[in-house]
């Protein structure tokens, strides 16, 4: 029989985030199928069945459930590497589990790809079996002051006046940090943080402090909980600022377009893919169909995500042309994917000799018209115009 | 009772002997999360097996003695044994903080003031930039060593350590309910006032027997620190936490000393079982069937699973 | 300084209600005082004060001198005053043996000590045969001699009891009698609550009688079964053609 | 500023209406059986998914639904008490709490194989929109689930206190067995108190979906503010999950806009315990 | 009216009762006396229906009432008195007494019991609004026996209901005990005061370690050596 590689994919299977977590895993598992099966894709190992250099070895995945549980990620990877003998392992989307599975990678010297923790910290750990094919949160947080400076050299809006919103976990704090960060060194003026706890029952008070701050821009951070219940209050309280501009997350969540109805158009959110990208890059409606044919859900930032780090891995094993974990390391460092070659509007895949980190990374920037996210920023990427302002609720 | 004595030593040996059998680390790391809820367990079991103040809050505890263990460590370099010592010493001051004027509230009123501080305590580590905040702390990895408490090639000395807190939290426990202390517990949980007109301070009491939870608890705390390496609030102060250390206690035998022993050989192992092998596709399975497995034992055997372990013994 | 526990001018109010007005007596120690009055006269109440579960309104309680009135119910019980509630309090889910252990512990912190205590006390109280039973499986009238032990075993100077002879019929009342005499002659002051006038009268040293809050009447018992207030409020009109038939 | 503070108060008092209505049931059959049902905001979600699924596959607009979400949800809660909570009735407070627990994970893993992990949300209801009352918006969906609360309390108080069940209930919470020689069929009262206490948990689902997004874990976090809400009230007080209701909205949103969000349910904690360190059994306990 | 036949009753696996039988007529007092512990109140619980007999039968009115519930019975026109109050406390005592008459609808009816109760124990009416858990031992005694006249029994269950009461009250209860009777009230008593009881009452069981020792007229079981002897110890 063939040969199987296997590979340990541990996300959030149950509890609270498990709509993502199984996002996340239908990613995987389309990248997996795609590098087994034979497709006319230009993308690594997707012609030919199988890892050629690896006698058209075949991927397996093994999937692992963390729970949103550091221990559990921790005692999941264990579990992986040495009961299945994985070969590597992906994962874990949320940083703080990302943090301790990764510990575990490096104890045992095994290949650790993360595909979307974006918790700055986690590469300046300068762990020696860590990879992170994603941008974190810092550069992120720039790109939003970029398309900001972009569009005021483009239309001449003044949009100079910024509040922060965010949860206050890891996620959202560390974004606001950054933010902070950027606002300064581009210019911009802050005129106030909300920092709120996840999960709330109303954040009417929060929206309430928004507005006495009146800020033309809001950079909101949160997941799809927070994400759609601030869009509710934002209505029920007539808050419209010039512009929403969202950091990702629970915004572009496949869930949050399809809760809110027309009340999800406009928001503007950072995103690290987008479907219309394909009229740029054909490539990417393939996958994103094949994605929608299997799981019946649109693909998304996240699931492209998942897919591209299980592609990047895949590429290595095959270079390494064997499944000895120093060889995957060392290839690994050698990835070098061009950007036509990815389903991500990235300039490719090239990990940083010392943290690991994917230097190539880039955000865009899409809004939801229609009911659809479209590329609006960078221009050169952009599918439709930017609406801008955000138009108030009163006219819709 | 020669022979629960014969049982019981040949228990401590099989758990000394498993990892000789058992390489994996998988299975270390199960037992290793066993024999941590089953100290935790003894902790919750002396507030609210013996003296029946049901708490909520233990994860307090959990998290400071964490926290302690790791701001000192990362902070100040200060070594985690010593972290652990004042860990304990942080937590019961909590313990007397909280449990003074918490210790006049009865029954649910109390159970819920106890979910309250805990919510409260990790309200204040999920803001206090000092400890880290939201992100919580990375532990500085130090050299492999007892005296470092960490250890990278194996878990071994984290099971060994974990085993010895263990037969430590039993030894607490059993020098309790064989002493004053665990009849007086066990008067207060029985009626209050009956016990206060034969001269016993309840409220003194009851403070001793939360101190002695919380440093339990907390020990644990400082173990899982060094164990996982990073710690947030999310993770170390979870009310979570605090109701399965209760499960645990219940499913083996409230105010027993094995029984959150075996709730822990028990629960933790349910938990781990049923989450990987029906978890993965996210269905809901997993839970149906731990739901259903709760509801029955407690149905079934409300006085918990103690009693059969015990015939079997004497 | 014979007087172990003095009632000075001892007031209790519950809202518009005074349920003890200005009620002073004094105890002697190793005397048998009988407290009897109407339902709702206040003796629980009185009771109460006494071992600090209720705060007195105004007055003071001096025991050996020394004034009680603020102490909590566990310092009064330190310092030498047992007490047996009205409505059983007992712990139901433990043993015969243990109920009157934690007693014992008062006194005796080690649990072989304690034990031996608490066996004979029980012995006292002819629980011998019932160590192991639960509390709970006890009738009313067990669980509250099981109570008088428990307050027995803290080793107290002064017992309050209130109404432990409830519920007996004569020849048990006989037998509790023979106990609280036994429990005189080595050295403890009680203080009797009682409807069971067979109970009281042979063998109270003093009377004190409340009516609505007030003591109506004080003094060995011939002196208040012919008092006319206490007849007239407590005893009522049968109660002495009653004992002539008894007693004939 | 006024007027942000006026919208503030506002806000915080529809909350509050809200959080008294879901802990309404709670603080009912914990009154009646000195249970703590920890599956409570379980129960919501069930009635959210309801309402959420007569509006997608019959079109029915949450408040038509609501009755019949009501007799479901009372049956649901008959069912529960017969199957689940009669075997424990007379097992020690923690078995009890246990089998809530259990019960509370069942009915999670249960939404999690029907309906998926996935957030839902009624887009569109009757009682969408705002009305703006010089210059304070007020969300008609708080507005209507805040009708509900009240008019919910209303019938609740006068059941029990006018009626002859209301009074048998009383007396079942007291002292079962001291009830059934009074001629009363606990048994009956406990199943109903669960079957109201259940409904009205459904009533609180159904008007909470006109606004609220729903998924199999939503129960969570109004399940922990309704445990505060019947506890700061004082347990089994119906009273005083009214007032601990709209307190507890009040200091949340409140505290939530003058101080820091982050420490919004820090205040509504620290408020429960400031209160119950004065008075221990609640603002209405006994 | 009430048939006991050779019924055991059981606490867990213990049985306390063992082959009792005895019975009430109408319009008669029934005295069950015997020492501490010797099973009386089992056996009221037995007929009230909150001990289901192991063996044996219960019958009241020619129905066989063994295995209904308590619930039911008290439909029938029985009513307990039972030991140790068992009030509802936090209750005042004015809801006490009206669930005394819970089955009944008829609001006047409701408050002739009442006043009739009231008219027994006086007290009772200054304190119709005090919690049932605040009231005196022996006020509580009252509301005990109050409300086990508000629901007009045809048949009353009374366990030991002198019990904490001061003796002119006792006197009290014992002429309201043939009072009731006399308006047609079936009435089994349990009392301690042996003497007390035997006289008022028409006939007497002896009750010993859950066996009946002896029975009779209340005179005749007042005069036997056995009475005497164990229990008024001349
Ligand atoms: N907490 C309270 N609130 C209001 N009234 C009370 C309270 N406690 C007692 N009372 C009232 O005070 C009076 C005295 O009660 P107490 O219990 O002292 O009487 P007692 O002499 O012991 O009577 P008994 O012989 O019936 O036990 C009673 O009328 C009672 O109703
Ligand atoms: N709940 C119980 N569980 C176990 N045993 C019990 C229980 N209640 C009573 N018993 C036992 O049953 C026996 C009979 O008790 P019962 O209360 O019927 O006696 P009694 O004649 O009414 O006594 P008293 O005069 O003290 O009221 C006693 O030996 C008692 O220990
Ligand atoms: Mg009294
Ligand atoms: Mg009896």
Redesign the pocket.
């Known amino acids: 029989a063939q040969e199987e590689i296997k590979i340990g994919v541990i996300y959030p299977l149950t509890g609270p985030l498990a709509s993502t977590g199984q996002v996340l895993l239908e990613g995987v598992k389309l990248a997996a199928e795609i590098v087994n099966g034979n497709y006319n894709l230009n993308m690594p190992l997707a012609k030919g069945e199988g890892l050629p250099k690896l006698k058209g070895a075949k991927i397996k995945i093994i999937p692992g459930d963390h729970q949103g549980k550091p221990e559990v990620g921790m005692a999941e990877a264990e579990r992986l590497i040495t009961q299945e003998k994985v070969v590597a392992i992906l994962g874990c989307y949320n940083s703080s589990v990302t943090a301790t599975a990764s510990q575990a990678t490096e104890r045992y010297g095994i290949p650790f790809v993360n595909e979307s923790s974006t918790s700055p910290t986690l590469t300046d750990r300068g762990f020696k079996w860590f990879f992170r094919t994603t941008p974190h949160d810092g550069l992120f947080s720039e790109n939003f002051f970029m398309f900001l400076r972009d569009l005021s050299k483009k239309k001449k809006v003044g949009a100079n006046t910024i509040a922060l919103f965010a949860e206050n976990t890891l996620f959202g704090s560390d974004s606001v940090k950054y933010q902070t960060k950027y606002a300064e060194k581009y210019g911009f003026k802050l005129v106030g943080t909300v920092l709120y706890p996840a999960k709330s029952t109303q954040l009417t008070s929060e929206v309430q402090k928004l507005k006495g701050m009146n800020p033309k821009v809001v950079m909101q951070t949160a997941y799809i909980a927070d994400a759609i219940l601030s869009m509710k209050t934002y209505r029920e309280l007539n808050f419209a600022p010039e512009a929403i501009l969202a950091n990702d997350a629970g915004f572009i969540d496949p869930e949050f377009v399809k809760s809110l109805g027309k009340d999800a158009n406009y928001i503007l959110s950072r995103e690290v893919w987008a479907k219309d990208l394909a009229k740029k890059k054909p490539m990417i409606k393939i996958v994103a169909d094949m994605f929608e044919k299997r799981t019946g859900k649109h693909m998304d930032g996240t699931s492209s995500r998942a897919f591209t780090a299980m592609i990047v891995l895949a590429d290595a094993i095959n270079r390494a042309g064997s499944t000895e974990p120093a060889k995957i390391q060392e290839a690994l460092l050698k990835t070098n994917i061009k950007a036509d070659q990815l389903v991500m509007p990235w300039d490719g895949v090239k990990f940083d000799p010392k943290t690991h980190q994917n230097m190539l990374g880039k955000g865009i920037i899409v809004q939801v018209q229609n009911g659809e996210y479209v590329t609006v920023w960078p221009f050169n990427l952009a599918t439709k115009q930017i609406v801008w302002p955000f138009p108030k609720w009163e006219g819709r | 009772m020669k022979k629960g004595l014969v049982i019981l030593l040949v228990f401590f040996a099989a758990l000394v002997i498993y990892p000789f059998i058992f390489k994996n680390p998988f299975p270390r790391h199960l037992l290793i999360m066993i024999m941590l809820y089953g100290t935790m367990g003894i902790g919750w079991n002396i507030i609210g097996g013996y003296a029946g103040q049901v708490s909520f809050g233990n994860a307090a505890f959990f998290g400071v003695g964490a926290y302690t263990t790791a701001i000192l460590l990362s902070k100040y370099g200060i070594n985690p044994w010593i972290g652990m010592l004042l860990g304990c010493f942080f937590s019961s001051l909590v313990a007397v903080i909280v449990g003074y004027p918490c210790f006049r509230l009865r029954g649910h009123y109390f159970a819920i003031a106890t979910i309250a501080v805990g919510e409260i305590v990790q309200i204040l580590f999920t803001n206090w930039e000092y400890a880290g905040a939201a992100v919580g702390i990375y532990i500085p990895i130090l050299e492999e060593s007892f005296f470092n408490f960490q250890f990278h090639t194996t878990k071994l000395p984290y099971y060994y350590i974990v085993l010895a807190m263990l037969a430590f939290a039993l030894l607490v426990c059993y020098a309790v309910e064989k002493s004053r202390l665990g009849y007086y517990f066990r008067a207060i949980k029985d009626d209050p006032e009956g016990a206060r007109s034969l001269g016993i301070n309840i409220q003194n009491y009851k403070l001793v027997a939360f101190i002695l939870s919380a440093i339990l608890t907390s020990v644990c705390g400082t173990f899982y620190a060094m164990y996982v390496l990073y710690i947030h609030p999310a993770n170390t102060i979870d009310l979570w936490l605090s109701i399965h250390l209760c499960i645990i206690a219940l499913i083996g035998g409230l105010g027993k000393i094995f029984g959150p022993v075996i709730g822990a050989f028990i629960f933790i192992p349910l938990t781990e079982f049923t989450r990987v092998y029906l978890g993965s596709e996210g269905q809901g399975i997993d839970l149906i069937i731990y739901a259903l497995i709760i509801i029955l034992l407690a149905t079934l055997r409300p006085q918990g699973l103690w009693g059969i372990f015990a015939k079997s013994s004497s | 300084m014979n007087e172990i526990l003095v009632i000075d001018n001892v007031t209790k109010r519950f809202g518009g209600l005074i349920a003890n007005s200005n009620i002073s007596f004094a105890v002697e120690r190793g005397k048998i005082i009988g407290l009897i009055g109407p339902n709702g006269a206040g003796k629980t109440t009185l009771f109460n004060c006494i071992s600090c579960y209720y705060s007195a309104d105004g007055g003071k309680i001096l025991y050996e001198g020394k004034d009680i009135t603020r102490e909590t119910p566990d310092g009064i019980c330190r310092m030498g005053i047992g007490q047996t509630f009205q409505i059983v309090r007992i712990f139901r889910e433990m043993t015969v043996l243990e109920n009157i252990m934690i007693g014992a512990f008062l006194r005796n912190p080690g649990r072989k000590k304690a034990e031996e205590k608490a066996s004979e006390v029980a012995a006292l109280f002819g629980f011998s045969e019932k160590l192991d039973?639960k509390a709970?499986?006890?009738?009313?009238?067990?669980q509250k001699r099981l109570e008088v032990a428990r307050a027995m075993a803290t080793g107290p100077k002064v017992l309050l009891l209130d109404e432990m002879m409830a519920?007996l019929n004569i020849h048990e009342i006989r037998e509790a009698i023979d106990l609280v005499l036994k429990l005189r002659e080595s050295g403890i002051t009680l203080i009797l609550v009682e409807h069971v006038m067979e109970g009281v009268m042979p063998i109270a040293d003093k009377v004190v009688v409340l009516d609505d809050g007030e003591k109506i009447a004080e003094g060995t018992p011939d002196e208040v079964v012919y008092n006319d207030r206490v007849i007239q409020a407590y005893f009522g009109d049968k109660y002495h053609a009653k004992r002539r038939k008894n007693t004939a | 500023m006024e007027g942000v503070l006026a919208q503030t108060l506002a806000s915080g008092l529809l909350i509050g209406f809200v959080y008294a209505l879901v802990a309404v049931g709670l603080t009912m059959i914990f009154g009646v059986m000195d249970i703590v049902n920890f599956a409570h905001g379980e129960y919501l979600m069930i009635s959210m998914y309801f309402s959420y699924w007569f509006f997608i596959l019959f079109g029915m607009d949450p408040l038509y639904s609501l009755p019949a979400i009501t007799l479901i949800m009372f049956g649901i809660g008959i069912i529960t008490y017969y199957i689940a909570i009669r075997p424990i009735i007379n097992a020690p407070m923690l078995s009890q709490i246990f089998v809530t627990f259990g019960l509370l994970i069942f009915l999670r893993g249960v939404a999690q194989f029907l309906w998926k992990v996935d957030y839902r949300m009624i887009p569109e209801t009757l009682a969408s929109g705002n009305i703006n009352l010089a210059g304070i918006y007020i969300g008609r969906p708080q507005l209507v689930a805040a009708v509900g609360a009240i008019l919910c309390y209303g019938v609740i108080l006068w059941f029990l206190k006018n009626t002859k069940t209301g009074m048998a209930l009383e007396a079942v919470a007291e002292d079962k067995e001291a009830a059934r020689l009074m001629g009363i069929n606990s048994n009956r009262m406990f199943a109903l108190s669960w079957g109201i206490g259940i409904a009205t948990v459904g009533i609180a689902g159904v008007l909470l979906s006109t606004f609220f997004y729903v998924f199999p874990e939503v129960g969570g976090a109004f399940c922990l503010i309704a445990f505060v809400v019947v506890a700061l009230g004082g347990f089994g007080s119906v009273v005083g999950a009214f007032l601990a209701g709209i307190i507890v909205g009040l200091v949340e949103v409140v505290s939530g806009y003058l101080i820091d969000p982050s420490f919004k349910f820090m205040f509504v904690l620290a408020l429960y315990l400031a209160v119950v360190f004065i008075r221990p059994q609640g603002l209405m306990g006994k | 009216m009430l048939n006991v036949e050779k019924i055991q009753l059981k606490?867990?696996n213990?049985p306390?009762i063992h082959d009792v039988t005895f019975r009430v007529e109408k319009g008669e007092i029934v005295a069950l006396v015997?020492?501490?512990?010797?099973?009386?109140?089992?056996?009221l619980?037995g007929v009230a229906g909150l001990l289901t007999p192991s063996l044996g039968t219960v019958s009241f009115e020619g129905r066989d009432i063994t295995k209904t519930q308590a619930f039911d019975i008290v439909s029938l026109g029985i009513s307990l008195v039972p030991?140790g109050r068992r009030l509802f406390p936090s209750l005042s005592v004015y809801k006490n007494l009206r669930l005394g008459a819970y089955l009944t609808d008829d609001g006047k009816e409701i408050e002739k019991r009442m006043d009739y109760v009231y008219s027994i124990f006086p007290t009772l009416k200054e304190r119709k609004d005090q919690r049932a858990s605040t009231l005196s031992g022996g006020e509580q005694q009252m509301v005990a026996i109050g409300r086990g006249l508000m629901s007009q029994p045809k048949l009353l269950l009374l366990?030991?209901p002198s019990w904490g009461i001061a003796p002119k009250l006792v006197d009290k209860i014992f002429e309201v005990i043939r009072e009731i009777r006399n308006n047609g009230v079936t009435i089994l008593l349990?009392e301690?005061d042996v003497q007390e009881a035997l006289e008022a009452c028409d006939r007497a069981y002896v009750?010993q370690t859950?066996r009946v020792v002896m029975e009779g007229t209340g005179r005749d079981v007042l005069n036997s050596e056995l009475i005497q002897k164990a229990f008024l110890g001349l």
């Open positions: 039973l709970s499986s006890l009738t009313i009238s067990e519920g | 606490y867990g213990i306390v015997g020492g501490n512990g010797n099973g009386k109140s089992s056996i619980r030991e366990d030991e349990v301690q009750i859950g």
